[in-house]
């Protein structure tokens, strides 16, 4: 038997072009990500990119962020994806949650007010305190680079 997993309260607000749409919602009670519509027609060339309205806006708390995730079947059959993987809005911001999607497909995709577009993923963020040092501890790779840990040739080394 699995626990529920933990819920983070995220205060959100519903702009004028988002009335009537659904919220994002976890499809399954094992999804990570919440499944977010578009709250806006609009058709995506080939190659083009996009910032997709969703008319929602959150206020995340403090120590969390939303990854913004694209989804695999629009990945998978139209090339559809988030070019900057994943994206990131930070508990500070207070606008509009776009969805930066691109087409990397050979056709127009064209996206109905109301279509899933992404996922969202609520996650806590650990700050680094960056340490100074002389040197750093020795690894089994060391300063292999790209590809150093087998399959493709190492670049660069």
Known sequence: MHSPPTEVPVPLKILPHGEGLPLPAYATDG??????????????APGA???????????????????????SGLALKHGITVPNTPGTIDSDYRGELKVILINH??????????????????????????????ELDATERGEGGFGSTGGVAALGN
């Open 105 to 134: 497909g050979a056709e127009p995709f064209a996206i109905v007010r109301g279509d899933r577009v992404a996922q969202l993923v609520i996650a806590p963020v650990t700050r680094a305190a960056w340490l100074k040092v002389e």
């Open 49 to 71: 990119r996009h910032a997709v309205a969703t008319g929602l806006a959150v206020a995340i708390p403090f120590g969390f962020e939303i990854q913004v995730r694209p989804r």
């Open 31 to 44: 999804a990570a990500g919440m499944d977010i519509v578009s709250a806006e027609d609009v058709t995506i």
